[in-house]
């Protein structure tokens, strides 16, 4: 039996979702954008999925767009609300540790001319809401900010971020793809004003997401066609995706406070058996708020790829460096960001546990653990 401890790369699929897709896969067929009865049926569906999708963030049900994931919904907002505001908004600020489908854009803008301000987080990964609202300038259009790191699970001092940035009157987007399912993630608590998220993050299919957009705000669209999503995403919708998405929401917002007491207690128990069989182990941002589910330890003097593999081997699956980039081995630029040199950010491994996962799994990997970066140390080549 497989031990899968890679829950913020992506997370198996709940049955009762699989039931739904395969529901709507089959039964209800429809354009959601015919005037007919099949198209009202697969309307109904993608409704009540938006339904579920707003109860869980404590947004309004027309404030949710539908997307094709997490990537979709950060690359909308941002070069939508960017190329909304024109040339009085040429300036964009989010931080050093952001995730690539953030980076991306923004270095993409910035390419064009955007001034780009890439606020540093500390020794924890941790951003000082005063060094945000200080970047904001008159031309700032948007400031762009994690929830919380897929790698390390730190979790940022969002509501007063949203403060500062909003008694501004400068829009915020925060990147909540890791936080939805896992934490309260509630924007009648935290007034962001664009927030994205991920079916797959929390059990629900992949190629599927969400991105809320609070109010009227004007915001350019980035699928140009038909005028589904009220013209803010072209394209016929991914009816059972969405249908999934929204089982898979009402889920995560049922048992939310379960999963994270118990996600929180097997880390735990992960972290104490590491730090006492495992001699020279570091736990990234120890000092911060972190993630019920995530654990990201530098294991000093290895190779993480290597000790993944050794793992893997073992019938464990963790990552190492850039979760979402498995396979790579650059370092991480959020433990760079952090102050971490290369060899000690290709040192750490991420654990990350959720549905599926207990005592059992734990045990077992602490009984791997010991013996296994032993051999890995033994190799030497930590470079
Ligand atoms: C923080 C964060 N944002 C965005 C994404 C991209 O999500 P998706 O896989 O839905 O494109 C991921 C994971 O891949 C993520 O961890």
């Known amino acids: 039996m497989r031990i899968y401890l890679d829950h913020n790369a992506t997370t198996p699929v709940r049955d009762e979702v699989v039931e739904a897709v395969l529901r709507v896969l089959r039964d209800v067929w429809g354009n959601p954008s015919s005037a007919h009865a099949e198209g009202a049926a697969a309307r109904a ?28 919904s950060n690359n909308l907002a941002i070069f939508g609300v960017a190329r909304a505001a024109g040339v009085s908004g040429h300036h964009l600020v989010t931080s050093a540790a952001e995730h690539p489908s953030v980076e991306a854009p923004l270095a993409a803008l ?85 927030l994205s998220a991920s079916a797959h993050k929390f059990n629900g299919p992949k190629g599927v997401g969400f991105l809320v957009v609070r109010g009227e705000r004007a915001l350019m669209p980035w699928l140009r066609g038909g005028s589904q999503e009220r013209g803010r995403r072209g394209g016929t919708h991914n009816v059972p995706g969405i249908a999934g998405l929204g089982v898979a929401a009402e889920l995560a917002h049922r048992e939310r406070d379960e999963r ?28 911060a708020p972190v993630l019920p589910n995530t654990l990201c330890v530098e294991f000093r003097d290895t190779a993480g790829d290597v000790l993944l593999e050794a ?69 030497g080549d930590a470079r």
């Open 260 to 287: 994270a007491a118990r996600c929180a207690s097997l880390r735990d128990a992960l972290w104490s058996g590491i730090e006492a069989k495992v001699p020279r182990v570091r736990r990234n941002g120890a000092a």
């Open 45 to 72: 569906e993608i409704e009540r999925a938006r339904e579920r999708v707003a109860a869980l963030v404590a947004a309004r049900p027309g404030e949710v767009v539908f997307t094709g994931g997490a990537t979709e």
């Open 311 to 379: 793992l893997d081997g073992e019938g464990v699956a963790v990552s190492a460096g850039a979760a979402c980039a498995s396979g790579s081995v650059h370092p991480s630029r959020t433990l760079l960001a952090m102050g971490r040199t290369p060899a000690e950010a290709r040192a750490s491994l991420r654990f990350s546990v959720g549905h599926g996962v207990g005592e059992a799994e734990i045990e077992r990997v602490l009984a791997l653990l010991p013996d296994l970066v032993a051999r890995v140390r033994s190799l």
């Open 110 to 194: 910035e390419a064009e001319g955007f001034g780009v301000t890439r606020v540093p987080v500390d020794a924890d990964g941790l951003l000082d809401p005063d060094a945000v609202a200080a970047a904001l300038t008159p031309e700032t259009s948007l400031v762009s900010i994690l929830w919380a790191n897929n790698e390390t699970g730190v979790v940022q001092p969002v509501a007063r971020i949203a403060e500062r940035v909003r008694a501004r009157g400068v829009p915020l987007h925060v990147d909540a793809t890791q936080a939805v399912g896992k934490i309260a993630v509630r924007l009648d608590e935290v007034p962001a004003d664009l």
